[in-house]
């Protein structure tokens, strides 16, 4: 669930910005999910 926060701020400030860097930070962030994802994945295999 935390990464759903991460994700919506950096949408909610790229707002402001132009679009190029929106998808910029959109881009980011899907990158930050999925970093995420892997650690939690590798975490729950350890247990």
Aim: with cysteine; hydrophobic share 45%.
């Amino acid at each position: 669930m935390l990464e759903i926060v991460v994700y919506i701020k950096m949408v909610g400030i790229s707002r402001g910005y132009d679009s190029n860097l929106r998808e910029e930070l959109q881009e980011r962030a899907v990158k930050f999910i999925g970093f995420c994802n892997k650690i939690f994945t590798f975490i729950k295999k350890k247990i």
